[in-house]
């Protein structure tokens, strides 16, 4: 793949509304941008784990029994489930208004069950040996550095736009509906063929 290429297929997939997409935007209106910069190297390294380990070991896994990807897709289901239960529950009970609902813990393990990880690692990245790769992956990290704080930055501008609506309340329970439409879906298309 050419290096424009690549970029503009990892940035338009990077920019599709996503669970972790849904997470950074929460962050941003919760806490702003420079408190929600932390998020984005947990995301590079979400992404990276799961690039090398799909293109590695999972991936060939997949094609040998393709249940094995049924059941990952079922899994990364249950985990945004839990973190939209977590967003929508946990907002008003004793919390500092200035604490970000969305922890670097979420953002990593979110990312590294994203589907569109897996397109990443079979399709988007160049397979090969660890240092021909080196430099794709090193490219793909900038661009999810650019892509994360231009979400977190959509995320806080949309809540100084929404002023006094924008509650830490209703910006937990927006994201974790959010999260628990992208479950859904991804149920729906894992279970009906």
Known sequence: MEPLAFAVAVVALLATPGPTNTLRAASGAAIGVRGSLKLVPAEICGYLGAILVVANLLGPLVSANPMVGVGVKLAACAWLLCCARRLWCQVGHGRDQRTNPVTARQVFLTT????????????????????????????????????????????????????????????????????????TVLATATIVP
């Open 112 to 183: 590294a069950v994203n589907p569109k990880a897996l397109i990443f690692a079979l399709v988007i990245i160049p397979a090969g040996a660890p240092l021909a790769v080196a430099p794709w992956l090193a490219g793909f990290s900038a661009l999810v550095m650019a892509v994360g704080v231009a979400w977190i930055g959509f995320g806080a501008a949309m809540a100084r736009s929404a002023g006094p609506l924008a509650t830490p309340h209703r910006i937990s329970r927006l994201a974790g509906a959010g999260l628990a439409l992208f479950a």
